[in-house]
C-alpha cells in the first residue's frame, strides 16, 4: 500500500528499516497499514480475494508467528494438517484414505463459505488469549484483524473497506498470521466434536486442512452432518449447502485437496479397491495452465526456455499428485503438453501441419528435454494393495 519494495529497503538499509520498526512496536505507536486487496481467477471462474499487507506489516506479522506458533503447535490436534511443520496435504489425504479403507465409508464432504472472510474476531481473540496473556500481542493481532482493506476497480479508482472492523470478523487470506489463526479457530471444532462424544458415538473422524474437512463415519453420516450444521452455526461460520454432501463409498466418489476417493481397479487382477487418484478438476487445470503457457502469441521465447517452463510445471503438479494409480492422469498430461508444444513449434518456425513427424515425441524429449511423467510414475502400496 505504501509503494515500499524491497530493493528500497536495502538502499535505505535493513538493519536500520529492521530498528526503527522494532522501536514503533516497543513504544507502541505502531500502526498497521490498511491491506491491499487483489483478486486470483479460481477454477469456477469465480474470483478469490487476497489480502496484501505492507512489507513492513508482514514483517511483523512474521515476527508474531514466531512467537505464537511454538506456543499453540503443543496441543493443535492432529487432525488439522495445515501450515504445521512436518505435516503435508499429502498427509491428511493418507490419513482419510486409511479411514475409508478400514469401515469408514460414509462422508460428510464439508465447504464452508469464505472461511477467513467469516471468523469471529471476539471468539477468535479468546482462542488465542486462552495461551497469550500479553496485553501488546493480544492488540496487536486486533489491529491486524481489523485493518482497512483497499482495492483498486477496473477504473483505476481506489476504494476503501473497514468492513473487518464494522463487522467484527474476518482475516486478509495472503497474511502471514491468516493460517495461524485459521488453525487455532477450527481446533474450536475439532475438539469440540470429540469433547460432545459425536465421535465416538457416530464412530466419525475428522481431518481438517484449513478450511477444506470431511468426517469419515463408519454409518449415521446423515446425523453426523446434522451435528457438524449445527456446531458450525453456534461457531458462527457459514456451511456452504450447494457443496456439503453425504458420500457413500464405493457407489460414489467424493474430491478432498485435489484427490478423487472411489473405486479402483487394479490394472494387473481388475480387482475393485477403494483408492485415490489426481481429480478430474486437478487434471484439467494443469492442463489449462500447459494452454495458456503454449499460446502462439507467445512464439518470441526460445523453446529451451519454453520447456523449461514446461517442466517446472509438470514437474511440481506430479509431485503433489503421486499417491496412488497416477498413469492415467500422467498420460493424459502428457499427451497434451506433447500436442501444445508441437503447435507452438510449427506456429514459431510458421510449419502447416500438425507437426506429428516433424516433432516426434522422442524429439520433444530427447533433443527439446521434455520431462517424461511415464517414468516417474509411482504407486504407493497402501494405494494399489
Not at 494409480?325 to 507452438?344: D, F, G, I, M, N
Amino acid at each position: 500500500m505504501d509503494g515500499q519494495t524491497f530493493e528500497g529497503i536495502e538502499a535505505y538499509g535493513a538493519e536500520r528499516w529492521l530498528d526503527e520498526l522494532a522501536q514503533e512496536l516497543k513504544s507502541r505507536t505502531y500502526q498497521p497499514l490498511p491491506v491491499r486487496r487483489v483478486f486470483i481467477p479460481k477454477p469456477d471462474g469465480k474470483q478469490r480475494p487476497l489480502g496484501v499487507p505492507a512489507i513492513r506489516d508482514r514483517v511483523a506479522q512474521v515476527a508474531a508467528v514466531l512467537i505464537l506458533e511454538p506456543i499453540f503447535e503443543a496441543d493443535l490436534p492432529s487432525e488439522q494438517y495445515a501450515y504445521r511443520q512436518d505435516r503435508s496435504a499429502l498427509d491428511a489425504v493418507r490419513h482419510v484414505h486409511k479411514l475409508v479403507n478400514t469401515g469408514h465409508g460414509e462422508i460428510v464432504d464439508a465447504d464452508l463459505s469464505s472461511y477467513f472472510d467469516t471468523l469471529p474476531h471476539s471468539e477468535l481473540l479468546k482462542s488465542v488469549a486462552r495461551r497469550v496473556v500479553d496485553g501488546a500481542m493480544l492488540h496487536l493481532i486486533k489491529m491486524w484483524l481489523e485493518a482497512p482493506v483497499e482495492e483498486t476497480d477496473e477504473r483505476g479508482n481506489k476504494r476503501r473497506s473497514t468492513r473487518n472492523r464494522d463487522e467484527g470478523r474476518g482475516t486478509p487470506q495472503g497474511s502471514p498470521i491468516s493460517p495461524l489463526l485459521s488453525n487455532l479457530y477450527m481446533r474450536r471444532f475439532v475438539l469440540g466434536w470429540k469433547k460432545l462424544g459425536h465421535e465416538k458415538r457416530l464412530k466419525a473422524y475428522t481431518v481438517n486442512y484449513a478450511d477444506d474437512l470431511v468426517i469419515c463415519c463408519r454409518g449415521k453420516a446423515d446425523e453426523a452432518l446434522v451435528k457438524m450444521r449445527d456446531m458450525m452455526t453456534k461457531l458462527k461460520l457459514t456451511v456452504n449447502e450447494t457443496k456439503t454432501r453425504v458420500c457413500k463409498l464405493p457407489e460414489e466418489k467424493f474430491d478432498f485437496l485435489g484427490y478423487s476417493f472411489g473405486r479402483c481397479y487394479s490394472p494387473k487382477t481388475g480387482r475393485a479397491y477403494i483408492g485415490t487418484t489426481p481429480s478430474k478438476k486437478r487434471v484439467q487445470r494443469i492442463c489449462q495452465a500447459i494452454s495458456a503457457a503454449t499460446r502462439r502469441s507467445q512464439t518470441q521465447q526460445a523453446a529451451e526456455q519454453l520447456v523449461a517452463q514446461l517442466n517446472r510445471q509438470i514437474i511440481g503438479w506430479a509431485n503433489y499428485f503421486c499417491l496412488g494409480p497416477v498413469s492415467k492422469a500422467y498420460r493424459v498430461v502428457e499427451e497434451h503438453t506433447r500436442r501444445r508444444l508441437r503447435q507452438w513449434l510449427c506456429a514459431k518456425h510458421q510449419r502447416t501441419g500438425a507437426g506429428t513427424t516433424r516433432y516426434s515425441d522422442q524429439l520433444l524429449h530427447d533433443r527439446f528435454g521434455l520431462v517424461r511423467l511415464a517414468e516417474r510414475t509411482a504407486s504407493f502400496p497402501w494405494a494399489t494393495s
